[in-house]
Structures are given as structure tokens and as C-alpha cells.
């Protein structure tokens, strides 16, 4: 009975390292490909990074910081 639940834990420990695998490559080549667009961005058009993070702001709602409150009086 101990056996069992030993390999039936091993499967469960391979199956979850698998698909961790799959995962981290799969960041990292999303990551790389995003610092490659970047850096063509940068050297073939000049658009650099704070550009980049304006536009950033202007697209997502609530990107950029909200205006300060008016004084009490």
C-alpha cells in the first residue's frame, strides 16, 4: 500500500515539474520577445523607453497617477 502511494506521489511530482517547465519557457521566451520589439523600437524608430511608458499610461485606464486633491480651506 506505501508503494502505491509513493509512485502515485512521483507521478504527481513529474507531472507538476512538467508543466512548471513548460511555463518558465514559455515566460521567458514571451520576455524576450518583448525585449527584442523594444529594442527595435529603440535603435530603428528612436522611440524610447519613456515613450513607451506614456503611451503605456494612456492606454490603461487609471495608468498614470491621479491629480492631487484640492487644498481644504
Keep these: 500500500m506505501e508503494i502505491i502511494l509513493i509512485l502515485g506521489a512521483l ?28 529594442l527595435v523600437l529603440w535603435v530603428v524608430f528612436g522611440v524610447g523607453p519613456s515613450a ?8 490603461v485606464p487609471g495608468g498614470s497617477s491621479p491629480p492631487p486633491p484640492p487644498p481644504i480651506r
Aim: aromatic residues 16%.
Design 11 to 38: 507521478i504527481v511530482i513529474v507531472l507538476f515539474a512538467g508543466w512548471l517547465f513548460k511555463l518558465v519557457g514559455s515566460t521567458l521566451r514571451t520576455l524576450l520577445f518583448i525585449g527584442f520589439v523594444l
Design 52 to 59: 513607451i511608458w506614456q503611451q503605456i499610461q494612456q492606454l
